[in-house]
């Protein structure tokens, strides 16, 4: 079976939470696709001394190894910095495309969570879903994952990452049209995951119907 779930919003909205959870409840892989230009990020970072070659990391997303994504560094707030900032590159973004767009129409369905899924790279996802949460809550979370810093920090990054994300030229973070929005800014985890799983299985059934 093709069937996707394509899982767009801002960071620490609840994204991949969501995505994990929808895909183990319905057999589906999972690709959190901000790992990918963590892992761009990092590695640029790192070879340029602190600061991001353009061409550099370009070729460092042609060479991307799935193997590359599993390292624990990836989740930290100075990585996801360095994704925002590679993630505003073409040439870094079309490097990554193939990959996406292939694990998303691979067989038995797929989750993949972003900010340009639904928009980009599987526009034809059978399930959209936006996911979103207000900025206070959003830093709250981020803040208790990490376990460093303080609440203010970490909003003030997450607001410098999203008009990033959001303002770039290619590929902005935005709702595709026929999006489902889902605020989980007043929901439990569990509620967040049960409306979301609630839409995919209605968007499954109407495929069938
Ligand atoms: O979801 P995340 O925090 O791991 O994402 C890290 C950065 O990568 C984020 O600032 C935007 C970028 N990103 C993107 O541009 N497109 C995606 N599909 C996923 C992430």
């Known amino acids: 079976m093709i069937f996707t779930v394509a899982i767009d919003g801002p960071a620490a909205a609840g994204k991949g939470t969501i995505g994990r959870a929808v895909a183990r409840e319905l057999g589906f892989a999972h690709l959190d696709t ?20 353009p061409v550099w990391a370009a070729e460092i997303a042609r060479q991307l190894d799935p193997a590359d994504l599993e390292s ?12 925002s900032k590679v993630a ?3 040439d870094v973004r079309t490097a990554l495309l193939d990959f996406q767009k292939r694990f998303a129409r691979r067989d038995g369905g797929a ?15 059978e399930a959209k879903l ?3 949460a207000s900025d206070e809550v959003r830093a709250a979370r981020r803040h208790a994952e990490l376990g460093t810093g303080t609440v203010d920090s970490v909003l003030a990054d997450l607001r410098a990452r999203d008009a990033r994300d959001a303002g770039r030229d290619v590929a ?7 999006a489902f929005l889902l605020d989980t800014s007043d929901k439990t985890i569990s509620e967040g995951v049960a409306e979301a799983i609630g839409y995919v299985r209605d968007r499954i059934f109407a495929g069938r119907g």
Do not use: K, M, Q
């Not at 989750?111 to 790279?121: F, Q, S, W, Y």
């Open 111 to 125: 989750v993949l969570d972003g900010r340009d899924i639904g928009t980009v790279i599987c526009p034809e996802a």
């Open 88 to 90: 505003a590159l073409p």
């Open 172 to 178: 902005p973070l935005r709702a595709a049209a026929d």
């Open 34 to 53: 901000g790992l990918l230009y963590r892992a761009v990020g990092t590695r640029a970072l790192h070879d340029g001394n602190g600061v991001i070659d």
């Open 72 to 83: 624990p560094d990836l989740r930290s707030g100075r990585a996801g910095l360095a994704a």
């Open 130 to 132: 936006f996911v979103t």
